[in-house]
T-cell receptor
C-alpha cells in the first residue's frame, strides 16, 4: 500500500506570495491532519480534516487555510507569505477520526525569501 | 495551555546501551501518548504508543513506561544500535469533545548511538 504523498517536496517563494501544498493520504484513510515543523517551534498542529470538513484548527493566523476533497486528498494554502513561514509542512493520514495511528508523509520544505 | 515537555534535548549512547527519553505533561486531558522517530529528510514515523490505563508497553527493543500520577512517560530503547540514531518525539492527544487526531508534540530528542 502506498504511503502518504506530498507535493511538491521543495518550494521556494517570495514574501507576499501565496502557496498551495497538496497531500494524498493512504488509500482508504479519510482523516488528514497538517503540521508545521520548524527548528524553533518544533512540530505544531495546523488543522485536521475529515469528510471534507475542518474538524480542528491550531493556533495559526487566518493566512493558513486548507480543504479536503471528496477523495480525501487535502490541500493547504498560505497567503501573503512571511519569512517566518519557512518550514517543513507535514501531512498525516489516519483511517478515521480518533484513530490511534497517524502516518506522516515526507513533507514539503517551503523556503520564503 | 496544553503542553508536553521533553528531555533531554540530545543524547549520546554507546552501541548496546539503553537510551532513555522522558516526557511530562501538564494536565490530564490527554488520552493517547505516541512516540515518533524521525530521520533527516523524512516525516515522523510512529514507533510505539500507549493509553493512560496502561503502565507499560513493550514492542521489541522499545518500551514505554507511563506514570499517570506523576504525569510522566518515557521511552526506553534497549540494546541501542547506530541505526537508531534519529530524532525522537513524544506526543499526546487531547481528549476533546468528539474524536480528534490532533497531537501535541514534545520538542524532540536527538539521539546519537556511537558504534
Amino acid at each position: 500500500k502506498a504511503g502518504v504523498t506530498q507535493t511538491p517536496r521543495y518550494l521556494i517563494k517570495t514574501r507576499g506570495q501565496q502557496v498551495t501544498l497538496s497531500c494524498s493520504p493512504i488509500s482508504g484513510h479519510r482523516s488528514v491532519s497538517w503540521y508545521q515543523q520548524t527548528p524553533g517551534q518544533g512540530l505544531q498542529f495546523l488543522f485536521e480534516y475529515f469528510s471534507e470538513t475542518q474538524r480542528n484548527k491550531g493556533n495559526f493566523p487566518g493566512r493558513f487555510s486548507g480543504r479536503q476533497f471528496s477523495n480525501s486528498r487535502s490541500e493547504m494554502n498560505v497567503s501573503t507569505l512571511e519569512l517566518g513561514d519557512s518550514a517543513l509542512y507535514l501531512c498525516a493520514s489516519s483511517l478515521d477520526r480518533g484513530s490511534h495511528e497517524q502516518y506522516f508523509g515526507p513533507g514539503t520544505r517551503l523556503t520564503v525569501t | 495551555q496544553q503542553q508536553v515537555k521533553q528531555s533531554p534535548q540530545s543524547l549520546i549512547v554507546q552501541k548496546g546501551g539503553i537510551s532513555i527519553i522522558n516526557c511530562a505533561y501538564e494536565n490530564t486531558a490527554f488520552d493517547y501518548f505516541p512516540w515518533y522517530q524521525q530521520f533527516p529528510g523524512k516525516g515522523p514515523a510512529l514507533l510505539i504508543a500507549i493509553r493512560p490505563d496502561v503502565s507499560e508497553k513493550k514492542e521489541g527493543r522499545f518500551t514505554i513506561s507511563f506514570n499517570k500520577s506523576a504525569k510522566q512517560f518515557s521511552l526506553h530503547i534497549m540494546d541501542s544500535q547506530p541505526g537508531d540514531s534519529a530524532t525522537y518525539f513524544c506526543a499526546a492527544r487531547p481528549r476533546e469533545g468528539g474524536a480528534t487526531n490532533k497531537l501535541i508534540f514534545g520538542t524532540g530528542t536527538l539521539l546519537a548511538v556511537q558504534p
